[in-house]
C-alpha cells in the first residue's frame, strides 16, 4: 500500500520557469492538501481539496495554482517561480475530512528557485 | 483563528532521560489534537492522537492528555532513544466549512538524542 506518492522527489528550477508537483493517493480518501515547510515557519497550508470537484485557498496561496485532477490526484503548480518558493512540499491526504483521524502525508518534493 | 504554540527547541538530551514537549493551543468549538514526527529527511507521520477532553494519545511509549481546561497537549516519554531523535509537530484539527476539517501545526521541536 503506496499510501501518499509524491513526484518529483528534488528539483531545481530558474526563477520564472514553471513547474508542476505530482501527487496521488491510494486509500480513496475525500480530502487532498498542499503544505510547504521552511525552517522556523512549520508547516503552511497553501491549498486543499475538500473533495473530488473543489478546491479552496488556504493560508498561503500567491504564486500558486492547483488542479483536483480525480479523487486520487491533486497536483500543484508554480507558473513563474520565485526564489521565496524555495522549500520542502507536502502533500496530505485524509479520510471523512480528518477530523478524527489526522492526515497522511507524502514523502515531500525538495525544490530549489535560482 | 485557530493557533498552536509549542515550545521552542532545539532541545537535546540523553539517552533514557524523560522528555516533555508542551504544547498549547487556541480554537473555537472542540478541536481533535494531534502528534506527528518527522525523521531526517521524511514526511511527517502520526504519531498520537485525542478527539475529546481527558482523552490520553499513546504510541510508542509516547503519551499526551487532551486538558480542555488548560488548552494544553503536552507530550511525553519516560525514557528516550536515540531512535527518536526527529522533529516533533504539535497540531489541531478543526472543522473549516465545505465537509473539510484543516490542520494548524506548530512550528515543530526538534529532538537530539545523544548516548
Known amino acids: 500500500n503506496a499510501g501518499v506518492t509524491q513526484t518529483p522527489k528534488f528539483q531545481v528550477l530558474k526563477t520564472g520557469q514553471s513547474m508542476t508537483l505530482q501527487c496521488a493517493q491510494d486509500?480513496?480518501?475525500?480530502?487532498m492538501y498542499w503544505y510547504r515547510q521552511d525552517p522556523g515557519m512549520g508547516l503552511r497550508l497553501i491549498y486543499y481539496?475538500?473533495?473530488?470537484?473543489?478546491?479552496d485557498k488556504g493560508e498561503v496561496p500567491n504564486g500558486y495554482n492547483v488542479s483536483r485532477l480525480n479523487k486520487r490526484e491533486f497536483s500543484l503548480r508554480l507558473e513563474s517561480a520565485a526564489p521565496s518558493q524555495t522549500s520542502v512540499y507536502f502533500c496530505?491526504?485524509?479520510?471523512?475530512?480528518?477530523?478524527?483521524?489526522?492526515?497522511?502525508f507524502g514523502s515531500g518534493t525538495r525544490l530549489t528557485v535560482v | 483563528g485557530n493557533s498552536v504554540t509549542q515550545m521552542e527547541g532545539p532541545v537535546t538530551l540523553s539517552e533514557e532521560a524523560f522528555l516533555t514537549i508542551n504544547c498549547t493551543y487556541t480554537?473555537?468549538?472542540?478541536?481533535?489534537l494531534f502528534w506527528y514526527v518527522q525523521y531526517p529527511g521524511e514526511g511527517l507521520q502520526l504519531l498520537l492522537k485525542?478527539?475529546?477532553?481527558?482523552d490520553k494519545g499513546s504510541n510508542k511509549g509516547f503519551e499526551a492528555t487532551y486538558r480542555k481546561e488548560t488548552t494544553s497537549f503536552h507530550l511525553e516519554k519516560g525514557s528516550v532513544q536515540v531512535s527518536d531523535s526527529a522533529v516533533y509537530f504539535c497540531?489541531?484539527?478543526?472543522?473549516?466549512?465545505?465537509?473539510?476539517?484543516?490542520?494548524?501545526f506548530g512550528k515543530g521541536t526538534k529532538l537530539s538524542v545523544i548516548p
Open positions: 485525542a478527539t475529546k477532553a481527558d
Open positions: 497540531a489541531l484539527s478543526a472543522y473549516s466549512g465545505a465537509g473539510s476539517y484543516q490542520l494548524t
Open positions: 496530505a491526504s485524509s479520510a471523512e475530512g480528518g477530523a478524527n483521524y489526522g492526515y497522511t
Open positions: 486509500m480513496n480518501h475525500n480530502s
Open positions: 480554537a473555537t468549538g472542540y478541536p481533535s
Open positions: 481539496s475538500a473533495s473530488e470537484g473543489t478546491t
